[in-house]
């Protein structure tokens, strides 16, 4: 008779323990899985925060419902359109800068010479660069894994947002361009690239006066300005835009960090 009460005593504090661990499981796996989000949100509000005169809230928002809650092989260039109205920037006219195959040169020679600005030095191009993230259907999350790779499907979400963000900043190209290839590779000029197939067929005369192509080279080997898919290039430049090319090592790149806008090349 007297066991009754220890027993039920047992019952309520096994329950206890039990529904405690569960509590504390669920909390832990939700803050778990709730960090990866957070992070990337973060990442994207810390760096628009470094430019100026943009309401950094807002353009989040614009960004994530591009993608979020939908499958990452449908996100559409257009998808991204809110984002890119609410990135809008001024152009900066002769000192634009395009790139192909050259990502991390040209960045460092941006950063050392502010006179030329590449996509990614501003906000629509600056908030995800080197990033990977996408949703999922039926899911309000941004995640950074598991997300589809470049070539696994068309519109996939970070390759929408490369060529939607890198045809805006070609649109408002103006005056004197400049696009650094590398003479390193056989076709420093390919027209499958973002630069060959979205920002250049942007350009227009008279918008667009001169496209100045630099051409980095080895000292002795790889491709010169005299390169078969430069010529190819000419023949697609839209009619009327000057067209010049100039080798470049990266040592004369250096050294054209510290003169002034428009004087390396
Ligand atoms: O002018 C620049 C700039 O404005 C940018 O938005 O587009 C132009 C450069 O694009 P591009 O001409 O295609 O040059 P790349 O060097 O062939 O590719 C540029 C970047 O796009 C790569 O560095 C990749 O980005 P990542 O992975 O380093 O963050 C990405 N990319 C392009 N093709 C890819 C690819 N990533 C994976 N697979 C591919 N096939």
Redesign the pocket.
């Known amino acids: 008779m007297a066991r009754r009460p220890d027993r039920k005593r047992c019952i309520i504090v096994t329950v206890v323990v039990v529904a405690l661990f569960i509590i504390v499981l669920g909390l832990v796996l939700g803050l778990t899985l709730r960090k990866e989000p957070e992070q990337f949100e973060t990442t994207f509000i810390n760096r628009c925060e470094k430019f100026k005169g943009y309401d950094c809230n807002k353009l989040w928002t614009a960004f994530e419902q591009a993608y979020v809650g939908q499958d990452p092989c449908k996100v559409t260039v257009e998808d991204y359109d809110p984002f890119i109205a609410a990135a809008s920037f001024k152009p900066a006219c002769n000192r634009m800068?395009?790139?192909?195959?050259?990502?991390d040169i040209v960045h460092a020679f941006t950063a050392k010479n502010p006179c030329f600005v590449?996509?990614?030095d501003t906000v629509l191009?600056g908030v995800a660069?080197?990033?990977t993230w996408c949703g999922k259907e039926g899911s309000s999350e941004t995640f950074t894994t598991g997300c589809p790779?470049?070539?696994d499907c068309e519109n996939n979400t970070?390759?929408s947002f490369?060529n939607k963000?890198?045809a805006a900043?070609?649109d408002a190209a103006c005056g004197n361009v400049t696009?650094m290839l590398?003479g390193a590779v056989d076709t420093p000029f390919?027209s499958t690239?973002?630069?060959?197939?979205?920002?250049m067929p942007r350009f227009t005369s008279p918008t667009v006066k001169r496209l100045n192509i630099v051409l980095l080279t080895q000292t002795n080997s790889g491709a010169n300005c005299t390169n078969a898919s430069l010529k190819e290039l000419q023949n697609t430049l839209a009619k009327g835009i000057t067209y010049s090319c100039s080798e470049m090592t990266e040592a004369q790149l250096q050294q054209c960090s510290s003169k002034p806008c428009g004087n390396c090349w």
């Open positions: 800068m395009f790139w192909s195959k050259t990502k590449t996509l990614e191009g660069d080197g990033l790779g470049w070539s970070v390759r490369w963000a890198s900043f070609a696009a590398n390919s690239s973002i630069f060959g197939s979205i920002e």
